[in-house]
């Protein structure tokens, strides 16, 4: 591991090209309605949000009906339904979110109690062409696959689970012609302790005639006056691969809107991808010292010094769904500015 030359040049790897990766989020609620948008785009393509320009697009429009009922359309990531890492931009599950992979949703969340909410929806599926060459958005006759089901319940206070399940049709040309993206996952949040928060999550990923491909994380939070502290730990299986991945930030309040901070962590580079993403270049241990300076509503400026050591390749596999292809395990060094502006 590491034996190659240090990687240089702008980041991350997972924009195409590498650049300045920026995620623009707007939105607006009304009384009864709303929507929000996200863009997410490297380098200077702000309009062209795709894969092929290195950025992604999510937006969704809801209508509350009554205080029982809501209905969400669009190109989702819904985040009531599972938990994200208490590192941000870090330990996150492959696919812990209600969302739309190739297709747009149309969700009916229903709140028949007070700490209750379910919601089924329908995918738009992938319609495919006579000559089996392209293929379009449209409504699919085949419900079986294009179909989500979710619940999240307050089980006790300060006690949260929930989950859902999702199978969606894939556009022909990714994951190839027929193919369906099935997935599981279960999720708890546990804020019962004042300044403890704790977040537990498990996904399984069972789309073909393969091993399921599976991932479970573990976070805990603490929170004291200047100190804050977040440990997480994540293991995955996929196609007979096992991986793991730990990690620790720690961040101290010299004044009240500065601090010094610190990220901690190995990844193995098989199939968890905290740090590199599945390129290659983030895995191995990392050592992560920075400076931060918090403004109002959430603003914040982040500057440190990044050194991940590279680990072991992963395995090259196209059925592989966590880590399809990957090789490249070198070193990489580098000057992260991380910044949000919100208003």
């Known amino acids: 591991a590491g034996a190659g030359p240090a990687s240089q040049g702008w980041g991350p790897e997972w924009d195409i090209p590498p650049g300045v990766d920026q995620e623009w989020q707007f939105s607006y609620d009304g009384d009864g309605y709303g929507f929000s948008a996200t863009t997410e785009f490297g380098g200077s393509d702000f309009f062209n949000a795709t894969g092929q320009a290195g950025g992604a697009a999510w937006f969704d429009t809801y209508f509350k009906l009554s205080p029982e009922l809501t209905i969400e359309l669009g190109d989702p990531r819904d985040y009531d339904f599972s938990v994200t890492s208490l590192i941000e931009a ?12 190739e297709a747009f949703l149309a969700l009916l969340e229903v709140t028949p109690m007070p700490g209750l909410k379910i919601a089924g929806g329908l995918f738009s599926g992938a ?5 089996q060459v392209n293929s379009v958005m449209g409504v699919s006759p085949n419900f079986a696959d294009n179909f989500a089901l979710a619940a999240s319940y307050d089980v006790l206070p300060g006690v949260t689970l929930s989950g859902f399940l999702k199978n969606e049709e894939q556009v022909l040309g990714s994951s190839g012609p027929g193919n369906v993206r099935r997935v599981f996952t279960a999720d708890s949040r546990i804020t019962a302790i004042r300044g403890v928060v704790v977040v537990a999550s498990y996904s399984a990923d069972y789309s073909i005639e393969r091993d399921v491909a599976s991932y479970a994380m573990l976070g805990c939070g603490l929170d004291g006056r200047r100190l804050t502290v977040d440990i997480e730990g994540a293991l995955a299986a996929d196609n007979g691969v096992a991986s793991f991945a730990v990690q620790m930030k720690a961040e101290y309040a010299v004044r009240s809107r500065r601090g010094l901070g610190v990220q901690l962590g190995y990844d193995d580079g098989k199939g968890v991808n905290w740090f590199e993403w599945g390129t290659g270049d983030w895995a191995g241990f990392l050592i992560y010292p920075y400076v931060v300076s918090h403004f109002d509503n959430g603003t914040r400026i982040q500057v440190g010094v990044l050194y991940a050591t590279g680990a072991g390749t992963g395995p090259v596999d196209p059925q592989a769904i966590i880590l399809p292809n990957v090789n490249q395990k070198n ?5 992260p500015i991380d910044y949000i502006w919100s208003f």
Not at 90 to 101: E, I, K, P, Q, R
Not at 331 to 335: G, S, T
């Open 127 to 131: 319609v495919q062409t006579s000559a």
């Open 90 to 101: 870090n330990g996150t599950s492959y696919d812990n979110l209600l969302d739309c992979d």
């Open 331 to 335: 070193p990489a060094v580098a000057i």
